[in-house]
Nanobody, 121 residues
Framework: VQLQASGGGLAQAGGSLSLSCSAS??????MAWFRRGLRKNREFVSA????????YYADSVKGRFSTSIDNAKNTVYLEMNSLKPDDTAVYYC?????????????????WGQGTLVTVSS
């Protein structure tokens, strides 16, 4: 089982970045994105259920971030718009087998490597 995250980088406030996470090795019920900022705990960003594409977002990113799935590529995307300096963090994709969406990182069994997003003011 492997989750391979890519994307991220540096953006100015108000700009956009995209992250992707390719999944291999098994099928998953839910794919999620978490992030950990400097001196912060890992926090939920978004989640998407693989079977019906139901999505959930943290209040802090709602209306600015969008997550989607490309089934043919087994890849999940996180489109980040109207970025703020507070969005600066290492972003992680995560997966769980069950189709029940959870907002706490402890409920996710599989993790990709983190990818850094830096937003300058």
């Amino acid at each position: 089982v492997q989750l391979q995250a890519s994307g991220g980088g540096l953006a100015q406030a108000g700009g956009s970045l995209s992250l992707s996470c390719s999944a291999s090795g098994r099928t998953f019920g839910v794919m999620a994105w978490f992030r950990r900022g400097l001196r912060k705990n890992r926090e939920f960003v978004s989640a998407i259920r693989w079977d019906d594409l139901t999505t959930y977002y943290a209040d802090s990113v709602k209306g600015r971030f969008s997550t989607s799935i490309d089934n043919a590529k087994n890849t999940v995307y996180l489109e980040m718009n109207s970025l703020k300096p507070d969005d600066t963090a290492v972003y992680y994709c995560a997966a769980r087998s069950s189709p029940v969406i959870h907002f706490t990182y402890q409920q996710y069994n599989y993790w990709g490597q983190g990818t850094l997003v830096t937003v300058s003011s």
